[in-house]
């Protein structure tokens, strides 16, 4: 009953910029962690960035100080600024969610939700 929805991939050169997005939408009641994984081909998922609803962050090693996250709570919207990036930046990216949302009037706590994923090409 909720609904990721993400934009903002594409092509970009080496040091080049995106900002990806991503709002939720459908049965929220409220949203605690949203963030961004990443996933190379023939490499496992990873977590490149993520945001607590009071705006705590957390990123990987690996794109401290080229990206940044951010978020609206009152638009249910997570972004994912990246900037200088690096061919090994290529990757699906996708954005996740947890929280809890309300279904006729029945509360669900500790849901998750992924989003189907934007493709991030870095090359020139």
């Known amino acids: 009953q909720v609904q990721l929805e993400e934009s903002g991939g594409g092509l970009v050169q080496p040091g080049g910029s995106l900002r990806l997005s991503c709002a939720a939408s459908?049965?929220?009641?409220?949203?605690?962690?949203m963030g961004w994984y990443r996933q190379a081909p023939g490499k496992q998922r990873e977590l490149v960035a993520s945001?607590?609803?009071?705006?705590?962050?957390n990123y990987a090693d690996s794109v401290k100080g080229r990206f940044t996250i951010s978020r609206d709570n009152a638009k249910n919207t997570v972004y994912l600024q990246m900037n200088s990036l690096k061919p090994e930046d290529t990757a699906v990216y996708s954005c996740?969610?947890?929280?809890?949302?309300?279904?006729?009037?029945?509360?669900?706590?500790?849901?998750?939700?992924w989003g189907k994923g934007t493709l991030v090409t870095v090359s020139s």
């Open positions: 945001i607590t609803r009071g705006g705590s962050t």
């Open positions: 459908g049965s929220i009641f409220s949203i605690n962690v």
């Open positions: 996740h969610a947890d929280g809890t949302t309300v279904v006729a009037g029945i509360y669900y706590g500790g849901m998750v939700y």
